[in-house]
Nanobody, 121 residues
Framework: QVQVVESGGGLVQAGGSLRLSCAAS????????MGWYRQAPGKQRELVAT???????NYADSVKGRFTISRDNAKNTVYLQMDSLKPDDTAIYSC???????????????WGQGTQVTVSS
């Protein structure tokens, strides 16, 4: 019953903005980080932005200054505010939830189904 559900994708003109949300539920392990990845047609999935439970952020160079990641740890929710969107931002954006399992089980990742972001020129 683990669910990672994204929302907020859509079609927007270049220069516009979108706000993505991702809510995780049913995860019994402690979440250590959440983030966003994207995959455009014909390209490998790439990191967009991540944020740890402690608030440390990491951004891809291509989105620095335009995208902002934030989170609500109590709600197991992460957001991605995307401003000054470019056609090259067009991709399926997927939410990643990183957990650390006890008893030496180690790191594990949950993934959402993805939400389409399309930026027209």
């Amino acid at each position: 019953q683990v669910q990672v559900v994204e929302s907020g994708g859509g079609l927007v003109q270049a220069g516009g903005s979108l706000r993505l949300s991702c809510a995780a539920s049913g995860i019994i392990f402690s979440i250590t980080a959440m983030g966003w990845y994207r995959q455009a047609p014909g390209k490998q999935r790439e990191l967009v932005a991540t944020i740890t439970t402690g608030g440390i952020t990491n951004y891809a160079d291509s989105v620095k200054g335009r995208f902002t990641i934030s989170r609500d740890n109590a709600k197991n929710t992460v957001y991605l505010q995307m401003d000054s969107l470019k056609p090259d931002d067009t991709a399926i954006y997927s939410c990643n939830v990183e957990v650390w399992r006890p008893s030496g089980a180690g790191r594990y990742d949950y993934w959402g189904q993805g939400t389409q972001v399309t930026v027209s020129s």
